[in-house]
């Protein structure tokens, strides 16, 4: 129990658990303090409003982050699990059927959520990571939907695998030919964003990715579009300044004061990578069972088209 170990360390000693994530003698105050800041937020989104209060958004700036966490083991710089507990809270107080999503947008795989709730029917968990059997946590598979023998949990666990290289663009076009359809269908009534900005291009964590902070604010405004109750939830980062772009745009499209929506153009997808078309039409595929998909709005003869016209503007400009 490393709460017990935390006990036995002085303000000088450490110690080391499950390879990369460290003790010291407030490590479980700041994991409670973390833990405790996520809880309260919930209660106060989620508790009885008048009507005029139908939407209710809280953001909470909290570490250390928690989404490795399973309830026993702890790593990756995760204690408790802050996302769960509360859920947890809202299920014992309000309701133990409310549908809940979580959305994951860390450059990690969420793999202490999928544990928690693989086989939950009522928590929609969709990650969106960087995967090649190499990167941490080594998990987080596509075709990890759920169990195939519980047909109401089956497909309420999304995960969309980031390749090298991916953008804004690329997570857009999951979002929206993916994620979107099936919130839409499951309706949460309760929604966790948890953001990390450990993908943007040059953070500490060393990625893969081509991301900028402004992604994670179009990927908020775009959820409020779909939830009245929301939560954000601090997840990794370890770039100051990446960090505070990041939750500056989220905080915006958010309050809804001063943010201007880049990525509304259909067009994103002219720069979608051919790996992440690929897996979002496989997603679909393996999915139809159980979610409705609108049809793409381009095919790729057009799509190739419009790659090829593109190409020629610039061309022109240079």
């Known amino acids: 129990d490393w709460t017990k170990k935390c006990e036995a360390l002085t303000n000088e000693s450490y110690e080391l ?12 105050l700041s994991a409670s303090v973390s833990a405790g800041l996520v809880m309260e937020a919930t209660r106060k989104v989620i508790r009885k409003h008048s009507k005029k209060e139908k939407k209710k958004y809280a953001l909470t700036l909290n570490r250390p982050p928690g989404h490795h966490c399973d309830g026993h083991n702890s790593h990756g710089y995760c204690y408790i699990n802050n996302v769960a507990v509360s859920i947890d809270q809202v299920r014992h107080s309000i309701n133990s059927k409310i549908k809940i999503l979580v959305l994951d947008v860390d450059i990690h795989h969420g793999d202490g959520t999928q544990k928690l709730f693989y086989c939950d029917p009522f928590v929609l968990t969709v990650s969106f990571h960087q995967y090649d059997g190499v990167f941490y946590p080594c998990t987080g598979k596509r075709k990890e939907y759920g169990p195939s023998h519980l047909h109401e949990a089956f497909g309420t ?17 999951a979002l929206r030919n993916v994620v979107w359809p099936i919130v839409e269908q499951f309706q949460p009534e309760l929604a966790f964003y948890a953001v990390g900005t450990d993908g943007v291009e040059g953070d500490l964590a060393g990625p893969d990715t081509r991301l900028t902070p402004l992604v994670f604010g179009q990927i908020c405004f775009e959820l409020k579009q779909r939830c009245n109750k929301i939560v954000v939830v601090t997840e990794g980062g370890y770039t100051t300044s ?11 499209a958010l309050s809804g004061v001063g943010y201007n929506n880049v990525y509304s153009s ?50 022109q400009k240079n």
């Open 157 to 173: 666990n999304i995960n969309i695998p980031l390749y090298h290289d991916f953008t804004d663009y690329d997570m857009l076009y």
């Open 266 to 315: 259909s067009f994103t997808r002219l720069w979608v990578r051919p790996e992440m078309r690929k897996a979002v039409d496989f997603t679909r595929r393996d999915l139809k069972s159980k979610w409705n998909f609108p049809e793409l709005i381009f095919d790729d003869s057009i799509y190739l088209l419009l790659c090829a016209f593109a190409f020629f503007i610039y061309m």
């Open 242 to 252: 990446y960090l505070a772009e990041g939750f500056d745009s989220v905080l915006r």
């Open 17 to 28: 658990i499950n390879g990369d994530t460290y003790l010291c003698k407030d490590t479980f």
